[in-house]
C-alpha cells in the first residue's frame, strides 16, 4: 500500500492523475467509510467500543473491495484499491464473518482459536490519516475545463498454488462457490501464472493454456496471492 499511495501521490501533485468520474466517486465511497465517526457510547461499553472500532475498518474494506470488483474505475484507482484492500484484509471478517460456510475466506497471517482473523486495531487506525488525505484528493473534482487523465498501472505476474475459488450471492445469507478449474485439462491446483493489468486477470495452467474467461473478480485472485 505504501508503494500504490505513493505513485497515487506524486501522479495528482504533479497533474498526472485527473481521475474519471467512476474514481472520483469510488474514492469518495470510500473516504465516507474512512472519516466515519464512532457511536457515541457510555464508559461501561469498552466491548461494544471495540467492537465498533472493528466494525469500522471492516466497512473501509468491504466498501474498498466492492468498488475494485465493480470494474468501473481506473486501472490507477483499481491499483490502489487493491492496495487498501490487502492492508485491510484482516478485517474481512472481523467483527462479523459471512454466515454461510460457502462464503469467501481470505488467508490471514494470525488467528485465534476458532479460526476467526485477530485483527491489528491500532495498526489499522493508524492508517486512517494518510489514507484520508489521499482519497480526499481523489474525491475531489478535476479543476474546471480540465479533462480526466488516467497514469499508467504497473501490469504484475505471479506463480501461486493452489485453487481459487468463485463466490456468488444469490439471496441474503446464501453462498455458492465453485473451484476454477482449466478447461483444458480439468486441473484445479495449478501452479498457475497469474498475470494482470488491472483490466483484466489471465491464469496460465502448466498445461500450456491461458484462460481469462475463469469468472474471477479481482479480490478473488488478489488477496489470495502472496505478498510481494
Known sequence: MTRESS???????????RPTDADTAAAGRVLARLTAPLPARGASAARARATDRDRRLQRIW????????AGAVSASAAALLAAVARAFLPWYAAPNPPAAAAAARYPVSQDTADGWPVPPTEAGEALL???????????????SGTTALTPPAVPWEVRYTGRFRHYGRPAPGVWTADTVHCPGCARADGPWTVAGDWRLITLGCPCGLVIDEHGLTFSE????????
Open 7 to 17: 505513485r497515487a501521490r506524486l501522479f495528482l501533485t504533479a497533474g498526472g492523475w
Open 129 to 143: 490519516p494518510d489514507l484520508t488525505e489521499l482519497f480526499s484528493a481523489l474525491a475531489a473534482p478535476n479543476p
Open 221 to 228: 485472485v488478489w488477496l489470495r496471492l502472496p505478498d510481494s
Open 62 to 69: 468491504r466498501t474498498t473491495v466492492h468498488h475494485l470488483d
